[in-house]
């Protein structure tokens, strides 16, 4: 496990070694700050997009084109798919708000500076470190039970926003394929169908914005990446619940650890990550559900013993 302390990069190391000079060091001290600081900056370009133009342009197509033609005007079926939309929209952006505020560091934690088993050193923060705590480059600390950085939130899923994030992903998901569903009936009675270039659209959207720019370019393109959103965060949502079934972390199941595992079967797993009251979390972001432990105390079952 300790290997994932050369993820750190540390300079003076380089430097004894002598594999750079102190001019190098510099250098390579500056690109390292301008990377981590390109990369930030994509990152909140991110999260500003979803939230200022992504998540805007998909509820107005949604509820304002999408809605009145397939479904009859102020009828009840039409009041239902606004409730689903509210509550679809309120869980994405709440997990979203949450899961970003969230601190899941180390920063402002007692950590006994008594060296116990499983307790690492970190190089960049100068301390030890609980088990399945990791240095984070991007957030430059270490993050409890850290999963791993999360480029929508523009910080790292660990121990306390776990939660959020898988909240997060699944209601994207859910209300991806939700809208698939009536964006292709829309699209089945919108699109004009009689000449070539509706398949030009579906092809290469971005280049008929140029030769044909409207309505029906967006409403194709914006079905494109509906249906590419669908894809990725039902992977992203399927991928990270299978591990925390298996009381693993991405960098756990990465590097395959199998001298200690933390697997508590299954209920306890889900309460690991969602809190006592797991079945709440689902409705709303804002609803309390303790987690068991502190993110600092793990008592890993050693299978070497
Ligand atoms: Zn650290
Ligand atoms: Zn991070």
Redesign the pocket.
């Known amino acids: 496990m300790t290997g994932h302390i050369s993820h750190n990069i540390n300079w003076n190391d380089r430097y004894v070694q002598g594999t750079c000079n102190k001019k190098q060091i510099m250098m390579l001290k500056l690109q390292f700050i301008q990377n981590k600081q390109l990369k930030r900056l994509l990152e909140h370009g991110t999260y500003l997009t979803i939230i200022f133009v992504l998540v805007p342009a998909f509820v107005y197509f949604e509820l304002v084109v999408v809605l009145p033609a397939t479904v009859e005007e102020w009828s009840i079926p039409y009041f239902v798919h606004l409730a689903c939309a509210t509550f679809l929209l309120m869980n994405i952006l709440g997990n979203m708000i949450y899961g970003m505020f969230t601190d899941t560091s180390i920063k402002g934690t007692v950590l006994d500076s008594e060296n116990k088993e499983n307790w690492t050193l970190c190089a960049v923060c100068e301390c030890l470190r609980p088990p399945r705590a990791w240095h984070?480059?991007?957030?430059d600390i270490c993050?409890l039970k850290r999963d791993h950085?999360c480029t929508f939130f523009a910080?790292?899923v660990g121990y306390y926003n776990h939660r959020y994030f898988m909240c997060f992903t699944f209601y994207i998901f859910v209300a991806m394929v939700y809208a698939f569903y009536y964006n292709v009936k829309f699209l089945a009675i919108y699109l004009k169908w009689n000449n070539g270039l509706v398949i030009g659209k579906f092809l290469f959207p971005l280049a008929c914005f140029v030769i044909d720019f409207g309505d029906e370019t967006v409403y194709v393109f914006l079905v494109e990446i509906n249906f590419i959103v669908a894809m990725f965060t039902g992977f992203l949502f399927f991928y990270h619940f299978n591990n925390l079934l298996k009381g693993k972390v991405t960098p756990e199941i990465k590097h395959n650890s199998k001298e200690v595992t933390y697997n508590r079967g299954l209920k306890q797993n889900v309460i690991e990550v969602f809190g006592s009251r797991w079945y709440l979390v689902w409705l709303s972001p804002y609803f309390k559900s303790p987690l068991p432990g502190n993110g600092i105390e793990w008592n890993g079952e050693d299978k070497c013993k």
């Open positions: 984070c480059n991007t957030c993050i950085h910080c790292c």
